[in-house]
C-alpha cells in the first residue's frame, strides 16, 4: 500500500544537492495544493543533477553514494521493513513493559528542543522516534526524518500519514552525505545505525554540520558496557548479537565537538536484558575550529 504525503515547498529552504551541496530548484513538480509538492523532480543549481520526488518524498540518494555495508544493509531494511515495524512499534516496547518508550524519551530530551525548534532524526527508520521529537517541537515545530531504505521509509510514511502529522517532512538520503545546509537544525537526533555505516566519521561529520552553532547532537546504537562482558548475561547478550561488541566511535566526533558525554544503558525486558546500547551527546561548537568541517571531495 502506498501512503502519500506531499513536501512542502518551504522544505527547500533546508534541502541542499547531496553531491555538490549547491541549491536545489523545483522542476516539473506536481502540486496538490499551491505550496505542497507531491511528485516531480528537483534540481540542482550547480551540477544539474535531478532528484525525483515521488509522493511527497525526495529521493536525494545519488546510486554512487550507495556502496559498502551501506547497500548491504539497505537490502537488508527493504526486505525486512515490516517485521522491523512489528518489532520497534509493537513488540519492544510491550515486551520491555515500556521502559523501552521512556529511553527515547530519555534521549530526545538530551537535545533540549523547544517549542518551535527544527530537528533532525538521521536514520528514521519506521518512524520510531518521530513522535517523541514531535512532542518536543509542537505542532509550530518541525521535524525532518531521512533514512537510507525506501521500504523502511513506506512504513514511515504510514505512521506519518496514519497519525495525520503535518508538520513532518521525509527523505530518502545517505547518513554520510546528507541532503541539508549547514548549520539548519536545532537538535539532531540518531538511534541506530551508526555502527554498521560504510564512512562512520564522514556521517558524523555531516550530522554536526548540518546542526546550529551550540545545538546538540546525540548518537545511540547498540554497544555492550565492556566491564559487563564478561559477565553471565553479558556473554549471552553478545552470542546473540554481534553489533553488541561495538564501541562508540567518539575519537572521530570528539574531534568537532564540544562537552561530549559517552554513557553506557539497557532496556530491559519482563525476563532479562534485551537491548545494552550507548549514547554520545555532545555541542557544536559557537564557533568552528580550523579545518573543522568535513566536506565532500
Known amino acids: 500500500m502506498i501512503y502519500e504525503l506531499e513536501m512542502r515547498e518551504e522544505v527547500l529552504e533546508f534541502l541542499c544537492c547531496p553531491i555538490c551541496k549547491e541549491d536545489l530548484e523545483l522542476h516539473k513538480v506536481l502540486k496538490t495544493r499551491e505550496h505542497e509538492i507531491a511528485s516531480g523532480f528537483l534540481a540542482c543549481s550547480k551540477c544539474g543533477r535531478l532528484y525525483e520526488v515521488k509522493n511527497g518524498i525526495p529521493d536525494l540518494l545519488p546510486p554512487e553514494f550507495i556502496k559498502g555495508s551501506d547497500k548491504r544493509w539497505m537490502i537488508a531494511y527493504d526486505r525486512s521493513a515490516r517485521s522491523y515495524y512489528i518489532l520497534m512499534h509493537i513488540i519492544m516496547p510491550a515486551l520491555s513493559l515500556w521502559t523501552e518508550v521512556l529511553a527515547r524519551s530519555e534521549w530526545v530530551a538530551r537535545l533540549g528542543l523547544r517549542r518551535g525548534d527544527i530537528a533532525l532524526d538521521v536514520s528514521t527508520g519506521t518512524g520510531r522516534n518521530l513522535p517523541f521529537l514531535l512532542k518536543r517541537v509542537g505542532h509550530k515545530g518541525l521535524v525532518f526524518g531521512m533514512d537510507i531504505s525506501k521500504g523502511m521509509l513506506a512504513y514511515a510514511a504510514r505512521l506519518v500519514k496514519a497519525k495525520g502529522w503535518h508538520n513532518v517532512e521525509l527523505q530518502r538520503a545517505n547518513a554520510a552525505y546528507l541532503p541539508y545546509r549547514d548549520n539548519m537544525f536545532d537538535g539532531v537526533l540518531h538511534v541506530g545505525g551508526i555502527n554498521t555505516f560504510e564512512d562512520k566519521a564522514r556521517a ?40 553488541y561488541f561495538s564501541m562508540p566511535p567518539e575519537k572521530p566526533l570528539r574531534e568537532q565537538v564540544e562537552d561530549l558525554k559517552v554513557e553506557w544503558g539497557v ?20 564557533r568552528e575550529a580550523s579545518g573543522f568541517q568535513h566536506r565532500p571531495q
Open 204 to 243: 558524523l561529520a555531516e550530522m554536526v554540520r548540518v546542526a546550529k552553532p551550540s545545538a546538540r547532537v546525540v548518537i545511540v546504537d547498540e554497544g555492550l558496557e565492556p566491564d559487563k562482558r564478561k559477565t553471565l548475561i553479558g556473554r549471552f547478550l553478545l552470542r546473540t548479537n554481534a553489533l
Open 267 to 286: 532496556v530491559p525486558c519482563w525476563a532479562m536484558p534485551m537491548w545494552p546500547f550507548y549514547v554520545m551527546e555532545a555541542r557544536k561548537p559557537l
